[in-house]
């Protein structure tokens, strides 16, 4: 596009923004109740939030990149950019918080046939069906090729019998995008395929895993005789690991985005309410150096984002990079929310009560303390990098 064309685009789309996103909807997230997963079971918190989530999805901008015949918005990787900045500008929140639209919907866009992009794209531009992801098993972590899960041809179905761990949301999801493994005679990288089924299928099953922070975002998710359409199958069979490496490039990528302050309050702004003196300084030198270093490493890695989205964009992928993003990201959150603890004092230490989220400061500080792991390990994202980015030796 010219550059004449982009500046008409910016120009609309502020405008558009200024008439279709609430007051309401460019203020800090207060909670992970103000976060919309969508799904067929959601509610929304308020009318604004629907009128937003409505509006951003009936333009498809809650996918902007992804094809208009699929539903998305069908922008170029400039307008995009233009939308992004746009929205940051307003303080925008995001419409949509969906592992459909970070991790399976790219998939679905590389490796699906046109059936199955027409049936699954558009509910997830909507967000009409919450997914979780069947990937790590009790005994395939780290190691994940060495998933056991089995899946068995029955002519007309697939049968699966197994049990995945550490399922994100999976007594909230509507849909499961599960590697199970379809040749137990072949290489363990091999004889793996990549299968869509629902939630409420018979023989499903989910148990909330309890953490220290008192939340259970995580489960154990066990399948008993679960039938599975093979239309539903993506991608050519024992080929999912494919598929695997394609999306855990944009889960970690995900991930990787909690080093982003977001929609957030930044660290500066939260304690120049709470520790100032009488001039409007942070008193205590040392808070002050750290939140200003926190600060510089966060806006660099913003820009580091950028700029690898771009990348992507352009036809180069992600790749062993998303593992940069992942790592730094993750210790930029852990980091966040060590500072912030040092911010509020002994107030961060509550543990309930009407102060502070009723300790929310507390288990999130808590909850970060899986970053390091979810997704990939640190060490793993970091030997990653050694051998891939850096090329050292094994």
């Not at 596009?1 to 558009?16: N, P, V």
């Not at 679905?108 to 059936?115: P, Q, R, V």
């Not at 808590?366 to 990939?376: D, Y």
């Amino acid at each position: 596009m010219s550059k004449t064309d982009l500046e008409t685009f910016r120009k609309d789309t502020r405008a558009w923004l200024k008439e279709n996103c609430p007051p309401s909807m460019r203020q800090p997230l207060r909670s992970e109740d103000d976060v919309y997963w969508g799904g067929r079971n959601a509610s929304f918190q308020s009318d604004d939030q629907k009128k937003w989530v409505t509006a951003m999805a009936t333009r498809g901008w809650t996918t902007p990149t992804w094809p208009s015949e699929y539903g998305g918005g069908g922008l170029s990787k400039e307008e995009a950019k233009i939308l992004q900045e746009e929205m940051r500008a307003i303080k925008a929140r995001n419409p949509l918080q969906s592992f459909g639209i970070s991790m399976l919907g790219p998939a679905l866009l590389k490796f699906a046939n046109e059936d199955q992009k027409k049936r699954f794209i558009p509910p997830i531009v909507r967000g009409e069906i919450r997914w979780c992801q069947g990937y790590s098993e009790p005994n395939a972590g780290s190691d994940l090729a060495s998933l056991a899960t089995k899946c068995e041809d029955k002519g007309d179905h697939f049968l699966i019998n197994g049990q995945k761990v550490w399922t994100s949301y999976a007594d909230k999801a509507d849909w499961i995008f599960c590697l199970v493994r379809t040749d137990f005679d072949a290489p363990k990288h091999e004889g793996i395929s990549f299968i869509l089924f629902d939630m409420a299928s018979e023989g499903v099953s989910t148990k909330p895993i309890q953490l220290i922070s008192g939340y259970s975002p995580f489960c154990e998710t066990f399948f008993d005789n679960v039938k599975a359409e093979k239309e539903n199958q993506i991608g050519e069979l024992n080929k999912g690991w494919t598929i695997a490496k394609y999306l855990l490039t944009h889960e970690r990528e995900m991930i990787g985005g909690m080093g982003d302050g977001g929609t957030r309050k930044s660290l500066g702004q939260i304690a120049a309410e709470k520790r100032t003196t009488g001039d409007g300084g942070i008193q205590d030198a040392l808070l002050r150096a750290d939140i200003a270093r926190h600060e510089i490493d966060g806006a660099a890695f913003m820009l580091t984002m950028e700029r690898v989205k771009d990348e992507a964009k352009a036809g180069q992928g992600l790749g062993a990079v998303s593992s940069i993003l992942k790592y730094r990201g993750t210790e930029l959150n852990k980091d966040r929310h060590e500072l912030m603890m040092s911010v509020m004092g002994s107030e961060s230490l509550q543990w309930g009560g009407d102060n502070v989220g009723g300790g929310d400061l507390a288990r999130h500080w808590l909850r970060t303390k899986a970053n390091s792991i979810e997704g990939g390990t640190s060490e793993v994202q970091l030997n990653i990098i050694a051998k891939r980015i850096l090329g050292l030796p094994s």
